[in-house]
Structure formats: C-alpha cells, structure tokens
C-alpha cells in the first residue's frame, strides 16, 4: 500500500519541498550552504570573501534572498558563476526564503555546471530557523556590535547551525562584547557546532572559513 | 442599523486589536511608543537611558518582547515603574509582537499610574513592521555597524516610522556608513519622519531624543 503524506501545515509543506530540493542538489552533486544572520551582519561580504577565495577551485552559485532590493547581487555578480535573486516582499512569508523559492530558483540555474550555491537567508534571527531550504550545512553569523547576547534571546537558530562565524572582530576593541561568553551560549544550545571568528572588513581569520566550506565540499562529492 | 465587522486576516484581526489598545491607552491617558530594530541595535539600551533622564518626570512601564529569556526584562527592572516580558517563542508569530500580546499584557498594568509606555519590539526588520500594537509613535532604530543600506532593503518598517534614531555613532570612524546617503533613502521612503544621531554607549545625543519623547507625551496630555 502506497503512503499517503498528509501535510498539515506551511512548516511541513516546507519540509516536504526542502527535502525535494537537496535530492535534486544531491543528484546533480551540489553543495549548498544556508548563510543566515541579522540585518548588517556581514552575510554578503562572507560570500564576497568565499567566492574570491574559491572560485577558481569551485564552480560558485549564490542565491540572494532580501525583502526588497537587489544591491546584494549586485555586490557579488561579477565573482559568482551564477546568481539569482529573490525579494520576499509581496510573498506569503516576507521575512525568510522558505523551500518552495529556492525550488523556484533552483530551476533558473544549471545545477550539473556547479559545486557549490551559497544561500544567503534574509536578514532576520527569528524566521529562517523555522524553515529548511534543503541546504547541506546551515551557518550563522554573528558580529560583535550585536552583542553577546544573541543565543539567549534567539536560540532557535543557533540550536540547528552547523558552524557559527562570529564577524567583525576588528570591531573587538570597541565594543563590549564577551566572546568567551558567547561561544559558552551557543555550546550550551548546541556542543556540535564549530566556530570561526573573522573580519569580512580586514580578511583576518577568512581562510579558515573558506578551509572549511572546500572540505565540506570535498567530503560531500567524495561521500556520493 | 449596526455595523457588521468582518475580519477577514490576521493583519485586519491585528489592526482591529491595536486600535482598542490605543483606545484604552488614549482613555487612562499613557502615550506608547514602539521601539523597532534589528537585534542588536540598542533598544534595550535607548530605553535605559529614557528612563534615567526621564523618570523624574513621567511615570514609565516596559513592555519588553523578546523571543526567548527576561535578560532585557531584567536590564531595566530598577528604573521603570512597571515592567512586562513577553516572549514569543511558542506565539503563533514569534518574529513580532501583536497587538493582541499588548492587549494582555495592558491587563497586567495599572494604566491610571501611567504616563508613558516603551515598548521594546522583537528585534526583527521584517515582521514588527506589519503589525500595529496601539502605539502613539513608531521609532526604527538603525546602527552604524548594520550599513546604510537597510532602508533599501527593509522599506516597510521605514515608511511608516514617526522617529529614525541612527545609534552607535561611536563607532563612526570605525565602519563603513554614509549618514547623508541613509538619511536620503529614510526620507525618499518617508519625507516626514525625525532623525535622531546619538551613541547609547557615550551617551551623546541622548538628550535630544530624551526631549523630543518629553514634547510628545506633553502634546498629547494636552490635546486630550
């Protein structure tokens, strides 16, 4: 007897499709990072970052996800392979991509010419904690004028994160922000998790990160 | 013949929760605003010193929002007068507050010992946005370190602020912000609102907001 699937709600039909999304990744093996933060993070200039730093190793997507605008792609069009834009403004759900428009933007995008698609989420700590795109690692950043009491207020989205980038560390000095503190929360929430403390804005600590994103890569093609 | 009111959504269940909020506050003569930012922006903070300068002259409560915990509860306890927390965590929205979280929480107040009510919103550029809670005055906060493009990509919750407070103007030497370039897209959006630079960390500027809160409660006792 065939199973009949019952969806009861939007998280569930996201479900459904995110988990239709990375079987189709996966067919066509692409690796696809959920870069998540709040508004003025530092999600594009990371993927600025990355897409300089791999580009030549990686065949590189991205997919911008903003409510309005699209100043973002055009930061980094020159450096991805491939780019596609989303603004949520007028959606069901403004203030997170959710699975069915990455399946829509799947569909723009040649997915056997790549390796990677770097999502970057809308700039929000709240909605994209609830809703898989159908990523393979999710990543929050967290920068230091934020202050170090963001896992506390928001843990939802540092429970399920993969890695955590704490940015703007060249701000350290002027702000009153605990890392120790801080990767003590996020521990606390979640043991599994790697960190990585960077400066988008002076490149100090960038290699690392991009260190990471390539081995994840690689163990994913390797693993297929 | 009596009208029959049909809601047909949740923004119009919202819109008509708000407006018996502001009907109650307007009755026991409190004056509400709502403090709007991307986490960490400096709402908790903005409200700290509100208090302290203002508390010898008018009686303030708190409506604190978070997603999760009471640290920004217990942050300004001692200075108001009375002090709320609401977390949204298991909310059917948990992105923003609602009208109809006020409305529970004006229950546990004692509004007639009341002149002015702060209320600090999730820190979300997207969802509060949507959603009026009976305020007198919306105020956006905006902070050096986000950039100066979040008018750009958040519109919504630009159009419709009577206050933009630009906070952290402390670090100005230390990050990439054009203060007339976000101040043009501010008031592209909305030609009307007010500007307020000040640092909640060195304390300039605050005096002036400080005032412009002092005008609006008086204005609006009088005009009763």
Known sequence: MKKIEVIQNVLEANEVIASRNRQLLDKHKV?????????????????????????DKLRIAVIEGD?????????????????????????????????????????????????LLLIENIGNLVCPAEFALGEHKRVVISSLPEGDDKPVK????????????????DLLSHVDFDIAAFRRSVTGLNPK??????????GEGVEQWCSWVWEQVKTNTRGR
């Open 154 to 169: 928001y843990p939802l989205i540092f429970i399920d994160a993969d890695a955590v980038i704490i940015n703007k560390m």
């Open 193 to 202: 998790v790697e960190f990585f403390q960077l400066s988008c804005k002076t």
């Open 31 to 55: 690796f696809a990072i959920n870069i998540m933060s709040a508004p003025g993070a530092g999600k594009t200039s990371l993927i600025l970052h990355t897409l300089r730093k791999l580009k």
């Open 67 to 115: 409510v309005a605008s699209i100043v973002d792609a055009e930061k980094v069009q020159s450096e991805a392979k491939a780019i596609v834009q989303i603004n949520t403004r007028n959606m069901p759900e403004s203030c997170s991509l959710m699975a069915a428009m990455i399946e829509a933007a799947l569909k723009g995008l040649f997915l056997d010419t790549l390796d």
